[in-house]
């Protein structure tokens, strides 16, 4: 059955196809690449539900989608995550011989001829979902099960090569369909299951288990794939998988295999970013801070910091930057571990701490090959923190990451490390903190007007930070005022009311929240606050003077897109 689709391919002539068959539970249809819900927002889910041959010829075009079902959409997210562009799909339910139980649904995706199917062609494949319907009605229940709730579905295979390879293809290939950033893979020797477990929106979510005596073989299969020894090392060991080698999808993922008890190996796939690095106006920051940042950084020379816990965004942040400094006349380098996001203008340094090379010794050879632009993955360490401030000093313009809290927790940390006060408070351009928040579901957010109580809580929940300053505390009420008439001035209505959403649900989602949305806290210090680096002053200080000229916090921020319609408080809440 697993050759079915390529031999469908040939045999139609066109670039995929895609055999869903039902789940046990009736609810999903499941294919090696892919699995929906069976509902009516989906192709297969469609087809499914009305048991009719389905020929489209756009399906990015919304309108003929509408034309066949108003709640009709085609998912992008693999789209957009290989390049890979889906025009026409033909799809064809298999239903069995009584013509009652629905098996599964055949999707063949873009005529290689360009040119539409051919009603020769929805002939032949209804002809063949006929036959196939006997196959899967004697079919046994399917080797592999997955789930997108709370409790695992349970996975039983033999251990053998074949059973492994079968699983890291769907593994890291429904990964890519649900935009997951890592996948872990935990043996469980107690329970004899191997758990598997996706990264989504930052959140580690069950996927599925497996029997686990697969998963020597699968970890071996992995192994092989990013060519790596497939024998037990008895040590720590990374690699990088270019799954392009084994797929149509063209996805690099970070391998991290660590020993674990029982004899054991956990693995944890981590998805690189894929394509040109993201423009500066994609991150979601509020147009006046976005405008702040160009002009903070619209020199030659100087520091300008990223700072936020890992997974926060700083690796997108920090080449966007990049991306926004680009110019032909500039020699730039960049050092990362590892290199994610390829720079097409940049030389890339990757660090290899087992050779010697850690972020200073390689920045120390950036500075001696003539550099204009420097960009730094992690300063956490004082030589590297001291040697980027220098080039800063020098003429060069640097850009650095640190995993601190706080734009002002960063200067703070500048300190503790020993960082030279004045030339800290002459080389820095400014600090961006970042944070990651769910984005609410487009598809189907739930619109609500807030009562006064609701709008007292989000009030109390910006300002608490501005009530330690000056400003303040000389009028509480001229400034709360001050605050509503911001908000009403940026996302009220044309009576002066809000109005905001809540998560619910449905195929596109399965919970309310799709994709992230970034949080920013952007501090361009003035006179005062540059004062008080060159006086080391406590954290508390610098940010009650980064307060008073006008810092955003990214609570505030956040409420920023509470109140714009994007997010929620428990997803703010849940990023701080």
């Not at 509020?286 to 030659?300: C, E, G, K, S, W």
Request: with cysteine; charged share 25%; aromatic share 4%.
């Amino acid at each position: 059955m697993a050759s079915v689709p390529a031999d469908l391919c040939h045999l139609f002539d066109c670039d995929r196809c895609l055999l869903f068959v039902m789940d046990q539970e009736k609810d999903y249809l499941v294919a090696r690449e892919t699995r929906v819900a069976v509902t009516p927002g989906s192709i297969p889910g469609y087809v499914a539900l009305t048991q009719q041959v389905l020929d489209i010829g756009d399906v990015y075009d919304e309108a003929q989608l509408r034309d066949i079902s108003p709640e009709l959409q085609f998912q992008r997210g693999p789209d957009q995550r290989t390049g890979y562009r889906t025009r026409q799909v033909l799809a064809a339910p298999i239903v069995d011989a009584q013509g009652k139980d629905l098996l599964g649904v055949i999707q063949l995706l873009n005529p290689r001829s360009g040119e539409r199917f051919s009603a020769l062609q929805r002939e032949c494949l209804q002809a063949l979902c006929e036959t196939l319907a006997v196959a899967l009605a004697a079919r046994q229940s399917p080797r592999f099960a997955a789930t997108g709730g709370a409790k695992p579905a349970r996975v039983h295979s033999a251990a053998d090569a074949d059973a492994a390879a079968a699983l890291a293809d769907k593994i890291i290939t429904e990964a890519c369909r649900l935009d997951a950033s890592d996948i872990h893979i935990e043996p469980h020797t107690a329970r004899g299951i191997s758990v598997l477990r996706l990264r989504r929106d930052g959140a580690l979510l069950p996927y599925a288990e497996a029997a686990l005596d697969l998963h020597g073989a699968l970890v071996a299969r992995l192994k092989a794939m990013c060519g790596l020894p497939t024998v037990a090392a008895g040590h720590p060991v990374e690699g990088k998988l270019l799954f392009r080698e084994f797929s149509q999808l063209d996805v690099e993922l970070r391998a991290t295999f660590i020993p674990s008890a029982g004899g054991m190996e956990d693995v944890v796939l981590h998805l690189l970013s894929s394509g040109a690095p993201m423009p500066l106006e994609r991150l979601g920051m509020a147009p006046a801070a976005q405008d702040q940042l160009r002009a903070a950084i619209d020199t030659t020379h100087g520091l300008f910091l990223l700072c936020g816990p890992a997974g926060s965004g700083r690796t997108t942040a920090l080449h966007s930057l990049l991306l926004q400094l680009e110019r032909p006349d500039a020699k730039v380098w960049t050092i990362e571990e590892p290199v994610e996001i390829l720079q097409p203008a940049a030389r890339q340094v990757p660090v290899q701490r087992e050779t010697g090379t850690d972020f200073a010794a390689a920045l120390r050879a950036v500075l001696h090959a003539d550099p204009d632009q420097v960009a730094i993955g992690d300063m956490r360490d004082s030589e590297t923190a001291a040697l980027a401030i220098e080039a800063a000093l020098n003429g060069r313009m640097v850009l650095g990451c640190l995993p601190t809290a706080s734009s002002t927790d960063t200067i703070s940390r500048l300190h503790e490390m020993g960082s030279e006060r004045f030339a800290m408070a002459d080389a820095l351009l400014g600090v961006l903190a970042l944070r990651l928040a769910k984005r609410l579901c487009e598809h189907c957010k739930l619109a609500y007007q807030p009562g006064e109580a609701e709008l007292e809580l989000l009030l109390a929940e910006y300002s608490e930070e501005l009530q330690k300053t000056d400003a303040w505390r000389a009028d509480p009420r001229a400034a709360k005022v001050r605050i509503v008439n911001g908000w009403r001035e940026r996302h009220g209505d044309a009576r002066g009311g809000f109005t905001l959403y809540r998560p619910v649900g449905c195929s596109a989602c399965s919970k309310g929240y799709k994709g992230r949305i970034g949080l920013h806290e952007l501090l361009v210090p003035g006179e005062h606050t540059r004062q008080l680096v060159r006086e080391r002053a406590t954290a508390p200080q610098l940010r009650n003077a980064a307060l008073a000229e006008g810092l955003r916090t990214l609570k505030m921020d956040g409420i920023e897109k509470i109140l714009a319609g994007l997010t929620d408080v428990k997803a703010v809440r849940g990023a701080l």
